[in-house]
Structures are given as C-alpha cells and as structure tokens.
C-alpha cells in the first residue's frame, strides 16, 4: 500500500429534512450567497425548504450556474460576492452548481483572474466556506475538493482541487433526488460507478481493503442503479445510489492505491467540444479504454470480472472481454449509449479531442503515464 494522509472535512447531514440543520450551521452575521443552477430547484420545493432554513440570515441569491459551469457565469458571481462582501456560499445542487461555488469560492479571493488557477496552476490560499444541499448525486463534490469548470470562449474544460475549497457540510436528502429526469438518473449512477473505477481498474499493491470498499460501492450501483429507473420515488434506493455516489469520490477508496483519471480527461475534451454530458463521454470512452489498457490493467480487469460481474472463466482472456463487454452493457442498460457514432461524432471527433488534449498537455495520462495522443486516438476510434 502506498502512504497517504486522509482527513475528509465534510460533515454528511443525511436523511429525509436534515436541511432544517443548516440554519445551525450557515454563519448568522455576515451575508451569505446563495447559489444555484437553471431553476430545478423552484419546482421540486428545494428553493422554499432552504430560504425557510435560511430565516434570518442575510443571503443574496445567483441563479443560472449552467451543466459544465462556466467561467464566463461564474465570474459573474464572483463580482457579487466582491461587491456585496459575501462571506459563505450555500450551493444548492448538482456537481455543477457545487463545482461552481468553489470556483467562485477560491476565485473571489484570488488577487488575479481566477482562471489562473484552472490553467496555471495557481496556488488557492484562501477561500470563502462553503455549504453545499446536494440533489443530484454523481460527482461526490458534495464532499470532495474538486471543481471543474469550462471556459466557453476557447473551448476548454479544466479542473482544480484542494481541500481548501471543499464544502463545510453537505445534506444529502434522498428525495431531493425524487425529481431528477431519468437521464440524470442514468448520469448520475454511471459517473459514480467510473469515479470508482479510476481509483480501482489499475494494479494490485496490496491493498484488499481498498478493493473491497470499491468493490462494494460497484456492486450497490450495479443492483441499486437500475431500481432507480424502474421505481424513481422508493426512498431506499434512491439513498443507497446517493450514498454510493458520495463514498465512491469523498476521498476514501482513493487512499494508498494507484489511480487512473485518463477516462475523465479525455472525457472533458468530448464535453468541451460537443456538449455531451459529463456521464454520456465516461460512458463512451471506458470500455475501448480497457482494451486498450488490458495489458497493463489485467490483473484488476480480471478482478473485477471475477468478484463485481461474478464470472467464473478458465480463459483468463475470455473473461477480461466478458468484463469489458459486462461493463458496456451495464452503461448501457442504464440508458447511456456507448459509441460516439450514437452522437453523431465521427473521425472528425477522434482529431479533435486529440488535438484538445495536446494543447492541454494531456499527453502521458494513466496510472503508468502511458497514454499518449496515438493511444487516445486508437481509444477513440474503436469507439466510433
Ligand atoms: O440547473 P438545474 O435546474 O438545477 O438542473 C440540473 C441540470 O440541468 C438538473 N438537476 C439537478 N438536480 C435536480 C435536477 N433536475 C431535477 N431534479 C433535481 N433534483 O440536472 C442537470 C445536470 O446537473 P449537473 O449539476 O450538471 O450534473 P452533475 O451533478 O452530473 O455534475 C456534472 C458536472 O460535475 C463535474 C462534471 O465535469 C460536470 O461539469 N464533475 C465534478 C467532479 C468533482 N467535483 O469531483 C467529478 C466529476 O468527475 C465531474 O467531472
Ligand atoms: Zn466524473
């Protein structure tokens, strides 16, 4: 096992109307921001329990924080928060809008342009707290120091972490989610279940139990995930899928193993050229990313096919292709097409995304540093 420090700052509020415990824990002197995305919110009666939560504290509402936030909103908020002097945002969201909080979180207290911290890699001294009211579970922001934000104008799509910008407290209330559209559904299970295999499908150092928490939040997604679509509104379900989607990225499965990402980076090109949502590449570029990869991956692939998928094959070969296969079809059956041809994207994209990861410097992605341009593209067209 590999050393590592762990330490997750994130106190998880989880249940049926635990947002009446924020009003404990938003700052009641100073002014807050209350951010949110394309107004979901408004009809599900998210937007009324957190201004009842918030009674008597002074906020100032953001609205409009996109899928795949964008720098050009953000700054805006950021403007508001300088002006307005706030002193804590509560995002009220999915990864989006939690994304875009940090952002504006660490940028609002950046002397430059905040953007420098997407591409230079600037150092994030400080930023304002942040509360975060989750109500669509995927990306673990919830309870993670992770953002990822897209500049529109030059195509980019760009991420940045530290703990310093990760949320105070979460609620993570199952029927929140009561009212995602079955394609978020479908995202949110998907991008759960790949967060796990980035941190999982590399190679052994001996660290059972690593693999079996991975293993487990991958088995619950794969039973729990089609349940979610079958019947959207049973409370169970839907907190089994939100707290396997917290757990597979709030740090903890990650510790003392090797991790992957290249899924993820040559996923955000697919997002920042054509839009497509943030699951939709995962989904895409995973399987021909294992075939690829077989080799260097085997050992996992096989244990994954063997304990997850519970096959049992003499020809070890064979049964890296039936985990391959297992795994695209389980994408598939939560709804997500595989091929970028389902998109209508061909050669053209291959190129593309290439091009997009160089100017990047995506270039020695993976675990072992070894997927270059020529490997992404070869990924890539055996998605066509
Ligand atoms: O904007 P509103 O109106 O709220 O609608 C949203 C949005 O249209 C809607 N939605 C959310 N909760 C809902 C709901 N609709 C009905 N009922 C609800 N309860 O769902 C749509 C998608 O929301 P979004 O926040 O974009 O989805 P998700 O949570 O999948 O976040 C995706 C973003 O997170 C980034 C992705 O790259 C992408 O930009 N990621 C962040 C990570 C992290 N911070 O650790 C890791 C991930 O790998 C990922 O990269
Ligand atoms: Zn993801």
Redesign the pocket.
């Known amino acids: 096992m590999l050393n590592f420090a762990f330490k997750n700052r994130t106190e998880i509020l989880f249940g049926k109307d635990q947002i009446n415990e924020i009003a404990s824990r938003v700052p009641s002197q100073g002014k807050v921001m209350f951010l ?6 408004k ?2 009666g ?1 937007y009324d329990d957190v201004v009842n939560a918030l009674e008597g504290v002074d906020f100032v509402e953001f609205s409009g ?5 964008t720098y050009e909103t953000l700054s805006k908020a950021v403007e508001i928060v300088k002006e307005q002097n706030v002193s804590f945002i509560l995002a009220v ?7 875009g909080a ?1 952002y504006v979180a660490a940028a609002a207290k950046y002397e430059g342009d905040g953007w420098d911290i997407l591409v230079n890699g600037a150092e994030v001294k400080s930023a304002l707290p942040i509360g975060a009211v989750l ?2 579970p ?4 919830e309870s ?1 120091g ?3 934000v ?1 500049r529109k104008e030059t195509q980019q ?1 760009r ?1 940045f972490g530290t703990p310093i910008v990760q949320p105070q407290f979460a609620v993570l209330d199952p029927t ?6 079955t394609r ?1 559904i479908s ?2 299970v998907v ?1 759960a279940f ?2 796990v295999i980035e941190q999982y499908l590399t190679y052994p150092v001996n660290a059972p139990l690593q693999d079996r928490f991975a293993e487990g939040i991958l088995s619950t997604l794969i039973e729990q995930g089609p349940k979610a679509l079958e019947n959207p509104e049973e409370y169970d379900v839907r907190a089994n899928v939100m707290w396997s989607a917290t757990m597979a ?1 709030n740090g903890l499965i990650g510790q003392g193993v090797p991790q992957d990402w290249s899924t ?1 980076m040559i996923g ?1 090109e697919l ?1 920042a050229l054509y839009s497509l ?3 939709v590449t995962l989904a895409i570029v995973l399987p021909p990313l294992m075939f690829v990869q077989q080799e260097q991956k085997r050992a996992k692939i096989i244990q994954l096919g063997e304990r997850v998928f519970g096959l049992d094959m003499q020809d070890k070969n064979e049964l890296i292709d039936a985990t391959i296969k297992h795994t695209q079809d389980f994408f598939e059956q939560m709804g997500i097409k595989t091929k970028l041809g389902d998109y209508d994207l061909g050669e053209d994209a291959v190129e593309a995304v290439a091009n997009n990861l160089e100017r990047n410097g995506m270039t020695a992605l993976g675990e072992h540093g070894d997927i270059d341009i020529a490997k992404a593209k070869k990924i890539l067209s055996l998605a066509l």
């Open positions: 949110y995305g394309g107004g979901s919110i009809k599900n998210v924080v996109e899928p795949n936030p969201g999915g990864g989006s809008v939690i994304d940090k109500t669509l995927a990306t673990g922001s993670n992770n953002s990822v897209t799509k991420a929140y989610t009561f009212s995602l559209p978020q995202n949110g991008d790949v967060h990225l993820h955000h997002t949502d943030h699951a």
